[in-house]
């Protein structure tokens, strides 16, 4: 019998081997580049040694000319003899009457009375250098020389897998769909802009007579400025020529506009001083360098959403690092950007960007964070921050599964971070941040479950060590604005992902990847929930509760809110019959978690309570309305409402059990009324369902039928359910209403401070005249 895998064996192949072997892999990058600059640099230092050698050996002598008319024969002459004599080359004649003479292997130019002539600094007259190469042909040569010394380890590099396709093609295959950054690692080793040189044939330059004419599209000195008519010429030859010589040069030119008014703009290639070139040149780079990309490197997205380009095209080898060098320009200005349009411009530019980026992870964790700050900042306009959205959600549909989880992690901490302060004016932007953020998990079900699973655990053991180490202030880690919506948070994701309303593909709600999520997250905000149980802390507990009847409602999952909410309308704040009596507003529970002093023992608080809780009760039973056990349901909480309504109405004409009864009976009778009205729904809605039971004839073992129990009758046709739809649409009145008039006070004020303003300043004038006279 084969011998058995170890116990030990099968668990560091299951937990641990993956790692360790994308340790290995790292490492191995690491070192194939290292490998590569040494022998690069050991290349360059043997060609310094050899050149310095060079010009270090002596002259050789000149023949005589008896011995170059009359040579000695070959026979007659050692081999270290004619070795070391010099050889004389016919003479090569140019166009221009200049005669070239090789010696040595070694060109020198001769004008026609034979000497050669030199300027101040030893050159020659007619372009010679002091090795006998022409300049024309010197810059050929050192342009070959650069991108030989680039390219040499490159070369070597690529016979390597060119060998390793031969002997092992489909290892060289599984390298280039899963790792195709190991095959084209030199990319992401670019630093040096100087070095890019567009798709262009290399060609010898023309000398001319004439002395250069700035272009406006070529190299430039260093500092230059860029004029509106520079700008106007390359928007042309992008537009109508796509040139990716225009596009270098608008590349360069907007990084040196990210570093205006910085330290670091001396050392850029251009300088901008003219507001309207800066405005036009931004607008430029931005609008027209995606489409000059298109041009030269069609995407083309398939049915899964994923992208394909032509990476071995010499095109995409010369553009990808200009690109680099603009995604690190886009992204500096954004953190530097205040104007709400320009900076929705910018970040629009991003978007086309992205299937050029996707090989190139450091870059796209950068320009991830940055899009994630615009975001989440509340104080952004709510059209930039859907564009920043727009761009986090379409790098995780393209990008692969370790760029996915950066993403979503960068995104909930984000989220955690821009929830701190809630308030009136927040509030709208918060939601919009978990709405969008949680559609974002159900892109990758498999990553999302694992990045959820993670932050509940994370939220599991804050709670569990708030129990455990109870201290003074060992709560506030749990009752804060950030742990509620960090829950809130989690139910929207589940409930988006987890109903088969929301997702057509889910048959059920426990067919979802994301389901096994919905316990552990239940159990964590019930224990929040109760964890103080004290009427200071009843709105938090509002806020949790709405968040399990969202979660409940959505995953058709049954929560026993029921308790926790009686708990709230049988506690001595809601009990007082004499609360005292307040001019204060009402609060809303909608931003406080935490009730302020003053309001303790209100009757303005206790009303609060008491709608609060007829509202959260009527919605808890109205996700159950249709439900077959519904009567079995509502039957406890309709006796505990009406002993609750009993001790309310109850009058003694004993004073003494009029006194002890005095802390049972009820609030008012708005609230009265409210629970009342409740009861009664329950009532008649558990006589509608059991009217449609008698019709049935099934028994409670048959779960199919029991499931589609009234599924084809609205929910509105019952009679708690239409009670419901209600009251929320006079809730959406009553809120509509409150907004409007919040406005109104803030404009109020906004003119009251203008108003203010003006009179200081004439204040400030007078006493200014008052002086001078």
């Known amino acids: 019998m084969p011998n058995r895998a170890k116990k030990s064996t099968k668990k560091f192949e299951k937990n641990h081997l993956k790692d360790v072997l994308e340790r290995r892999k790292d490492f191995a990058k690491i070192k194939q580049r290292q490998q590569i600059k040494a022998k690069r640099k050991a290349r360059n230092a043997s060609d310094k040694a050899r050149a310095s050698d060079e010009e270090q050996e002596p002259a050789p002598k000149k023949a005589r000319k008896s011995d170059t008319q009359n040579p000695a024969p070959f026979n007659e002459k050692?081999?270290?003899?004619?070795?070391?004599?010099?050889?004389?080359?016919?003479?090569?004649?140019?166009?221009?009457?200049?005669?070239?003479?090789?010696?040595?292997?070694?060109?020198?130019?001769?004008?026609?009375?034979?000497?050669r002539k030199r300027d101040d600094d030893g050159a020659s007259e007619e372009g010679l250098s002091d090795s006998g190469i022409s300049e024309e042909q010197g810059d050929v040569l050192d342009d070959e020389g650069e991108e030989s010394a680039e390219e040499g380890g490159l070369e070597m590099h690529q016979d390597d897998l060119d060998a390793l396709a031969e002997k092992d093609p489909e290892f060289y295959k599984y390298l280039k769909e899963n790792d195709a950054e190991l095959l084209d690692f030199d990319e992401d080793g670019f630093e040096d802009d100087q070095s890019i040189k567009p798709d262009e044939p290399k060609r010898k330059k023309q000398k001319s007579k004439e002395p250069p004419q700035d272009s406006g599209m070529g190299t430039g000195d260093g500092g230059s400025e860029v004029t509106m008519a520079m700008v106007k010429k390359w928007k042309t030859a992008l537009s109508?020529?796509?040139?990716?010589?225009?596009?270098?040069?608008?590349?360069?030119?907007?990084?040196?506009?990210?570093?205006?008014?910085?330290?670091?703009?001396?050392?850029?290639?251009?300088?901008?001083?003219?507001?309207?070139?800066?405005?036009?040149?931004?607008v430029v780079a931005l609008e027209h360098i995606p489409d000059v990309l298109r041009h030269h490197l069609p995407v083309q997205e398939l049915a899964s959403g994923k992208i394909r380009i032509a990476t071995?095209?010499?095109?995409?080898?010369?553009?990808?690092?200009?690109?680099?060098?603009?995604?690190?320009?886009?992204?500096?200005?954004?953190?530097?950007?205040?104007?709400?349009?320009?900076?929705?411009?910018?970040?629009?530019?991003?978007?086309?960007?992205?299937?050029?980026?996707?090989?190139?992870?450091?870059?796209?964790?950068?320009?991830?964070?940055?899009?994630?700050e615009i975001w989440s900042d509340i104080a952004t306009t709510e059209a930039t921050r859907v564009?920043?959205?727009?761009?986090?959600?379409?790098?995780?549909?393209?990008?692969?599964?370790?760029?996915?989880?950066?993403?979503?992690?960068?995104?909930?901490?984000?989220?955690?971070?821009?929830?701190?302060?809630?308030?009136?004016?927040?509030?709208?932007?918060?939601?919009?941040?978990?709405?969008?953020?949680?559609?974002?998990?159900?892109?990758?079900?498999?990553?999302?479950?694992?990045?959820?699973?993670?932050?509940?655990?994370?939220?599991?053991?804050?709670?569990?060590?708030?129990?455990?180490?109870?201290?003074?202030?060992?709560?506030?880690?749990?009752?804060?604005?950030?742990?509620?919506?960090?829950?809130?948070?989690w139910s929207r994701v589940l409930s988006t992902h987890c109903s088969p309303a929301n997702n057509p593909n889910l048959k059920e709600a426990s067919s979802s990847p994301l389901h096994p999520l919905i316990y552990p997250l239940v159990q964590i905000t019930m224990g929040a929930l109760r964890l103080i149980p004290t009427p200071t802390y009843f709105p938090l507990r509002f806020h949790l509760s709405r968040a399990l009847l969202r979660l409940s409602f959505a995953t058709t999952t049954f929560i026993p809110l029921a308790p926790s909410l009686l708990e709230v309308l049988s506690s001595p704040e809601c009990s007082k019959s004499n609360p005292k009596p307040s001019t204060l507003a009402p609060?809303?529970?909608?931003?406080?978690?935490?009730?302020?002093?003053?309001?303790?023992?209100?009757?303005?608080?206790?009303?609060?309570?008491?709608?609060?809780?007829?509202?959260?009760?009527?919605?808890?039973?109205?996700?159950?309305?249709?439900?077959?056990?519904?009567?079995?349901?509502?039957?406890?909480?309709?006796?505990?409402?009406?002993?609750?309504?009993?001790?309310?109405?109850?009058?003694?004409?004993?004073?003494?059990?009029?006194?002890?009864?005095?802390?049972?009976?009820?609030?008012?009778?708005?609230?009265?009324?409210?629970?009342?009205?409740?009861?009664?729904?329950?009532?008649?809605n558990t006589s509608f369902i059991e009217g449609k039971r008698r019709e049935v004839r099934f028994g409670p073992t048959d779960r199919e039928e029991v499931e589609n129990f009234l599924r084809d009758v609205p929910s509105e046709d019952t009679p708690l359910g239409g009670f419901v739809v209600g009251e929320r649409k006079r809730k959406e009145e009553r809120e509509k209403i409150?907004?409007?008039?919040?406005?109104?006070?803030?404009?109020?004020?906004?003119?009251?401070?203008?108003?203010?303003?003006?009179?200081?300043?004439?204040?400030?004038?007078?006493?200014?005249?008052?002086?001078?006279?």
């Not at 003479?91 to 200049?98: F, L, P, S």
């Not at 090789?102 to 020198?108: A, Y």
């Not at 559609?439 to 708030?466: C, K, S």
């Not at 009251?752 to 400030?764: F, H, N, R």
């Open 387 to 489: 564009t920043a959205f727009i761009f986090i959600r379409r790098l995780v549909v393209t990008s692969d599964a370790s760029i996915r989880e950066a993403v979503l992690k960068t995104t909930y901490q984000g989220l955690v971070k821009g929830s701190r302060t809630t308030n009136v004016h927040t509030l709208a932007g918060i939601n919009l941040m978990k709405n969008s953020a949680a559609e974002l998990w159900g892109l990758d079900a498999n990553i999302g479950y694992t990045t959820g699973f993670n932050y509940i655990r994370q939220l599991a053991i804050h709670l569990r060590q708030t129990v455990n180490h109870p201290s003074s202030d060992s709560y506030k880690t749990i009752y804060n604005w950030q742990y509620v919506h960090a829950l809130d948070f």
């Open 587 to 684: 609060l809303d529970f909608s931003i406080i978690l935490r009730a302020p002093k003053s309001y303790l023992g209100t009757r303005v608080y206790q009303d609060g309570l008491d709608t609060e809780i007829s509202e959260l009760l009527a919605e808890f039973f109205h996700i159950w309305t249709k439900h077959i056990a519904f009567p079995e349901l509502a039957l406890p909480p309709i006796v505990h409402l009406k002993r609750w309504l009993k001790a309310a109405n109850s009058k003694s004409h004993d004073a003494k059990i009029s006194s002890q009864r005095s802390r049972r009976r009820g609030g008012s009778s708005k609230t009265q009324t409210a629970i009342s009205l409740l009861v009664q729904k329950l009532e008649l």
């Open 240 to 282: 109508e020529q796509h040139s990716l010589a225009a596009m270098k040069q608008i590349v360069l030119a907007f990084r040196s506009a990210t570093f205006v008014n910085t330290d670091d703009a001396k050392e850029q290639k251009y300088s901008i001083s003219s507001p309207e070139v800066y405005h036009q040149l931004l």
């Open 312 to 372: 071995e095209s010499k095109k995409y080898r010369n553009t990808i690092p200009l690109l680099k060098i603009h995604a690190a320009s886009i992204q500096r200005l954004l953190e530097n950007l205040s104007d709400a349009s320009t900076t929705k411009l910018t970040v629009s530019s991003l978007i086309p960007l992205l299937p050029y980026l996707l090989s190139h992870k450091k870059v796209l964790r950068g320009l991830c964070k940055t899009c994630v």
């Open 738 to 773: 409150l907004k409007e008039g919040r406005r109104e006070d803030q404009q109020g004020k906004n003119e009251m401070k203008v108003a203010q303003d003006d009179i200081s300043e004439d204040k400030s004038e007078d006493e200014a005249a008052m002086e001078l006279n």
């Open 78 to 115: 050692s081999v270290d003899e004619f070795i070391q004599d010099a050889f004389e080359l016919p003479e090569i004649k140019h166009k221009q009457g200049k005669h070239t003479k090789i010696t040595n292997g070694v060109k020198e130019g001769f004008n026609k009375t034979g000497k």
